[in-house]
């Protein structure tokens, strides 16, 4: 788990610099595009997962392999079960393809303009196989959840991650903003997820989102030997 | 919302008493069963949600009808999604009931003795048609959630519930083992639950069960209209 630190979104940009500069204010468009994962995916994704859990400190926690991930991963149809969200960028506009257009979920596409280009020192390890100039740049795992009290589903969001040169940019922020526009569109009656406490950042990011972060709930988990010892305990 | 309070388990039966009384030490067998809820057992479901909101101090956000229920629950096979386990109690053994008998699940049955006979104010609300001695106690809410450092599922329990007549008997305990049980019989990496930091029974117990209890992690909400906010926002 979980929920990870997308930074607040950016502040204004500063005023144009005169003179000679290699920063054009706005001038630089990132092409952004929201996606299905799907199975060919998992190279990339594994690698997120990882770097997630270095970013919150658990790397020790962190053992997912490809291969554990290709044996649990898109075994339903989207929506129903595990379903990921891939984020990719580009410097030049997407090419309309079709293969990640379907029925359940058309691909989001935005634009943001930049000052000045962005540097990934990834961009090989992350390079998309089929369009040279498209890398993956972040990810979002969810899951139906239920609530009783509303007696109507929801999305559980286990992890939410943008690679470090890419945040600052509001890809976060449109990365679960899907999820919650196809949360509504399906009925659904919230989102939820997991924040560290000690990330000022991401509570500050939700709250502006329109999340509450609720002070009471604590999470319990049973895993490893201390699960195990259930097993036949019926 | 959430992972309901059930108290610690049942402390030593005191010495028994001497002369008249109508306690016999471990003299009234309580036959406890837990199994897969039906379309059928709504109506029971339904209020027991609407009791562990009372419970929660949360009754002004549970609104639940039979009606959401029924439309949104028992849509997948059981594990797959939304699950729930029924616990039953009955003076009388069980008649072997095998429509409740599956390929799924096979019903947990214990006998729990006790001291005293179980004083049920409920009893008729309560009643399973079926068999006149049989009635609900509890139930536990699950699906499966996906842990992506382990690279494999969990459960995720959202509610658990025993009435309050049939607490302190070891049956909260026997719902939640049987959900630990089934993820480690299906491979599954974890289970997890939320707990309101004020119920130190609660906790106490959880731990007693081998759970550890998250310090820094919050849980955030996006519901209501700022959900609906994000409908059209990609």
Redesign the interface.
Known sequence: ???AAPPPPPTPAPSAPTGLSDSTPGGHPLFSR?RLATPLDIPYIQKL?HQ??IFEK?AD?????ES??AS??FK?PPF???TIFLLEVSSRPFENDSAFHSQNFTP?E?IINLDHSVSDPEAEAFANGINGDVVVAGFV?F????????????F?V??LFVRECYRRKGLGK?LL??V??Q???MGY??????????NANA?KF?EE???????????????GP?????????
Do not use: Q
């Not at 926690?61 to 392999?65: M, S």
């Not at 899951?143 to 007696?151: E, H, R």
């Not at 989102?209 to 895993?223: D, F, K, Q, S, Y």
């Open positions: 788990m979980a929920a929201i997962i997630l859990a658990l926690l962190c053992t997912a392999t554990d991930l649990t991963l339903s129903h079960s595990f989001i935005r795992l899951f139906p959840s239920y609530s009783t009290f509303l007696g109507k589903p929801g559980y286990e992890d449109m903003s899907a919650a526009s949360a509504a569109r009656g919230r989102v939820e997820w997991a924040v560290l406490d000690w509570i939700y989102m329109g999340a509450n972060v609720l002070p009471e709930w604590r999470i319990c988990r049973l895993t201390a699960l195990e010892a259930h097993r036949d305990a019926n």
